[in-house]
Structures are given as structure tokens and as C-alpha cells.
């Protein structure tokens, strides 16, 4: 049992260019990571796998039942009711795996992401599909909840397409990666080290191969010049006309050159030169390198002239059935905060309670877990009537955040990481003394999460950051509450 996808294109109707131009792929049984870079086409390539959306050209296997988990978990997942009342085995074994409670799928819009995200991997699960395809599953959940999942994953004995920039579900998981690279999609066997250590053992050959390529095509280069120089003094030592008219020896020492084929000699020698030549910028440009940008996001940005952006009093806040008890804290201008603790355990709470203590006066950027669509409209909304130099800072900033500025504008294919790269770059132009992000690196790939983290560590002003990965809160920040048991504490 397996899944071809053979020759496939595919183009949204607001964008110039195809996402997927000619695609072949396989899928076999058991789990394929699905890599690529934010906007580089995972998640259109996955859902024309599952059949929710058909290729413009090219063929795909049919005929096997598939279900696909989005990155989104606003809406209840299809099933979910006959999920819960089944009673057998299968679905009690379901439900023990992710500590799923009898009351979460009957409250499915008050729980948190994390929640609503193992519910709906969870019914998935439970329809036994031959395809399953997981679109960020890791996104939202916590650490012991990520154990549960990749735990209930490995029961899975169908076909499997992980769209993840989780390293470590990865490599718990994959016994092979699809990656989206410049010259279409490679695969490589192991989970993501492995790819990963592949990878880059093929780019640094490649950067050598490029290296020589290029001092090959300049030694030829050197070398057609000196011919064509020499060349030039032979075509000057046969002409006549500088020898004097009675002077028959010199005229009939040019006209013996010609006749014994010197001439037709140094043309071949140059045709040559020129195929060399060609051969050797075909070598050039066969040796790709990707390009990587990198830079100083905050040349303008300025920490907040007053000292505490944020004093909070000791309080007991309202928490979903119960309450939060809420410590003195404050956030100066400069501090980064880290805010931790289990799904459910009211992160994004104290994240909604700190905003109505804040100054309106503070310059403030915003960027919630999930935009909703009307926040989608309004960042594209400015992207497009920015002036030409906004513009270009903007994209500026979108480049080194690891996205393609040609293609984060249409609109109609902007991904959910690119959304928030292009928010935070928007964000940057009104020099914000506070940003506040949840779940950061929800949506983005592993070269995205690694550049933003490079870019919220060099922040000159105050972060409030909610987040599952601890690698990058560590990079990123400086202070952490967490959030546990009803309780905030710093520590």
C-alpha cells in the first residue's frame, strides 16, 4: 500500500507562479517526515495526497480513505462525537493514551489549543485511516503531551505524512524525510538527524564543487583572453597591409601561413575555448548553493523610556472553573520573560491579564496563537499599501526571518508561519518597546524557528513569551513564570 504522486503541478489563483510545478513523490507505509521551509508548498502537497484539493496536472493515487489533521484547531474535528461515545477497546485505549477526560470533548471551545489539538489527533487516530497526514501536530501541546502522541503515533500501522519542525517527533517517528529543497523534493532515509547530518554533508560538497567550478571557469576565462590577445597578434603579423608593395618574401611568407591552415588552426582552438567555457559555467551554476540571509532586525528599535512597563499586584484571576493566583510580578524594559506550564494550566490567562495592566501609551506588538482571519486581512491589508522604502524594509525583514519576500504577499497561499513573520515585520515598523507572542514558533520550520530565536534574543526592548520549546525560551529569555497547579510563580 502506498501513495504516488506523479508529475503533479499545482497553482493558487492569486499567485503568479505554481507552489508545485511538476512533483513526483512516493509515499509507502509506515511515517515520511515532510520538510520545507515555510511556504515552500507542505501542506498543498499533503492535502492533494488526502484528496481535499486536486492537482492541476499530474495523477494521484486514489481509492484509500485518508484524513487529514490542519495546523488549525478552531473548528471541532469530524467525528469527534462518535469518537467520545464509542465505548471499545480501541477508543478507550485512545483516550488513556492522551489523558482525554470524559467532560473535554463536550467543551470543545473552552479548552485551551493544546487540548483541542490531542481531540482532534486523537478521533483521527480512531477512524483508523489507511492515510493519515499530520499537518504540526507537535503545535500547542506540551511536553508530556507530546510523549502521549508520538506513543499513540507509533500504534499507527497505515501510511503516514508528518508535516513537522518538531527534531525530536521526528526522529521518533520517521523512517524517512521528504524535503523541499531548490532543485524539487529529496529523500533521504532516517528521521530528521539523520536527513539533517545527510544534508549537510551533501551542501558542504556542494560548496566545494561550486568553489572549484568557479576557479575552473576563471583559469579558462584567463586562458580565452590570453588566446584572444594572441590571436589578435597573429591576425596582425598576416595582414599586408603595412608591408611595402615590392617587399614579395613577406607577402609570400602570409600567404604560405594561410594555405597551410594556420588560420583554420586558431579558429577550432577557439571554438574550443568557447565550449570549455560554456561546460564550465554549466558546472557553475549546477553547484548550487542555498542562500541563507541574516542581519540586524533592530537598527531603530529602543528600549521603553519608563523603567516598568507592567506592576502587577497579587490577585486571584478568573481560570476557566476556577482561579489563578497571581504573585507580585512586574516586566521592566528590558526584561525577557519566559512563561511555562502544561496545557489548560492558564498561560494565555495571565498573558490576557498582563495586557489590561499595560499602558495604552506603551508602543506594543501583539501577536496572538492563532490570528483570525480578520488579522490575517489587516496585516495583508498594510502590506499592500505600504510605500515603496516600507516595503522594502518589510520584505528586508521576512528574508532574514527565512521566507521568500516574492511570494508573502499573495495573499491567497500565505501560510500561518509566514503570517507571523510578515505581523512581526509589519510590527517593526512601529518600533514596539513590548512584543508579546504565544506559542512563537508554532507554524514555522526549523530554519524560521532558529532565525526568529536569533532575532528575539538581539531585542533591545521587553518580551512576554508563552512557549512549549525550552530551547528556545532559553535562548530568547532572561525570566520565567510558570504557570502550574492553579498557581503562578517565578523561578
Known amino acids: 500500500m502506498q501513495i504516488a504522486l506523479s508529475g503533479v503541478s499545482y497553482a493558487y489563483p492569486s499567485a503568479a507562479d505554481p507552489i508545485l510545478n511538476n512533483v513526483s513523490v512516493t509515499f509507502p507505509r509506515g511515517w515520511t517526515g515532510l520538510l520545507g521551509d515555510n511556504g515552500c508548498g507542505k ?23 485518508a484524513v487529514m489533521c490542519a495546523q488549525e ?31 473535554m470533548p463536550w467543551r470543545y471551545a473552552e479548552l485551551s489549543c493544546g487540548e483541542q489539538k490531542k481531540l482532534q489527533v486523537a478521533t483521527a487516530l480512531w477512524q483508523r485511516p489507511d492515510v493519515l497526514v499530520l499537518d504540526e501536530p507537535t503545535n500547542h501541546i506540551d511536553c508530556a503531551a507530546r510523549e502521549q502522541l508520538a506513543c499513540a503515533l507509533r500504534r499507527f500501522g497505515g501510511i503516514g505524512v508528518l508535516v513537522s519542525h518538531d527534531r525530536e517527533l521526528l526522529d521518533a517517528l520517521a523512517e524517512r524525510c521528504v524535503s523541499f529543497e531548490a532543485g524539487g523534493l529529496v529523500v533521504r532515509p532516517g528521521g530528521y538527524t539523520a536527513a539533517h547530518r545527510q544534508a549537510e554533508l551533501e551542501r558542504i560538497a556542494a560548496a566545494r564543487e561550486r568553489k572549484a567550478a568557479k576557479e575552473s571557469l576563471a583559469r579558462l576565462a584567463a586562458e580565452k583572453d590570453a588566446r584572444a590577445h594572441e590571436a589578435a597578434r597573429a591576425k596582425a603579423r598576416s595582414s599586408k597591409r603595412k608591408i611595402d608593395p615590392k617587399d614579395h618574401d613577406a607577402k609570400g611568407k602570409i600567404d604560405l601561413a594561410r594555405v597551410s591552415g594556420q588560420d583554420g588552426v586558431r579558429g577550432r582552438l577557439s571554438a574550443q575555448m568557447d565550449a570549455r567555457l560554456a561546460a564550465a559555467r554549466d558546472r557553475v551554476v549546477a553547484a548550487h548553493v542555498e542562500k541563507r540571509y541574516d542581519g540586524d532586525l533592530w537598527l531603530d528599535a529602543r528600549p521603553s523610556p519608563r ?13 476557566g472553573e476556577g482561579t489563578l493566583d497571581v504573585p507580585k510580578l512586574f516586566v521592566g524594559n528590558t526584561d525577557h520573560v519566559g512563561i511555562v506550564g502544561p496545557n489548560g494550566a492558564g498561560k494565555t490567562t495571565l ?24 488579522r490575517r486581512a489587516t496585516a495583508l491589508a498594510r502590506a499592500a499599501a505600504l510605500s515603496p522604502a516600507e516595503r522594502g524594509r518589510v520584505l528586508s525583514v521576512v528574508a532574514q526571518l527565512n521566507s521568500r519576500p516574492d511570494r508573502l504577499l499573495e495573499g491567497g497561499r500565505t501560510s500561518p508561519g509566514e503570517l507571523r513573520k510578515l505581523m512581526l515585520a509589519l510590527g517593526m515598523l512601529d518600533r514596539p518597546e513590548l512584543i508579546i507572542m504565544d506559542e512563537p514558533t508554532n507554524h514555522l520550520d526549523l530554519h524560521s524557528t532558529e532565525a526568529l530565536e536569533r ?13 512549549h520549546d ?12 510558570e504557570v ?8
Open 43 to 65: 501542506t498543498t502537497l499533503a492535502k492533494i495526497a488526502c484528496g481535499l484539493i486536486e492537482p492541476d496536472t499530474g495523477s494521484v493515487t486514489r481509492g484509500l480513505f
Open 455 to 467: 532575532a528575539l534574543s538581539a531585542y533591545p526592548g521587553a518580551l512576554l513569551l508563552v512557549s
Open 484 to 491: 502550574e497547579g492553579g498557581a503562578v510563580r517565578e523561578r
Open 307 to 319: 523603567k516598568t512597563l507592567a506592576r502587577i499586584e497579587p490577585a486571584a484571576i478568573p481560570c
Open 470 to 481: 525550552r530551547a528556545f525560551l532559553q535562548a530568547c529569555t532572561n525570566r520565567t513564570w
Open 73 to 103: 484547531t478552531d473548528a471541532e474535528p469530524d467525528g469527534l462525537a462518535d469518537f467520545v461515545l464509542d465505548f471499545g477497546r480501541e477508543a478507550r485505549e485512545v483516550r488513556r493514551i492522551f489523558r482525554i477526560e470524559d467532560d
Open 351 to 374: 498573558l490576557a491579564y498582563v495586557r489590561t495592566l499595560l499602558d495604552p501609551a506603551i508602543a506594543l506588538l501583539d501577536i496572538p496563537q492563532e490570528p483570525t482571519e480578520h
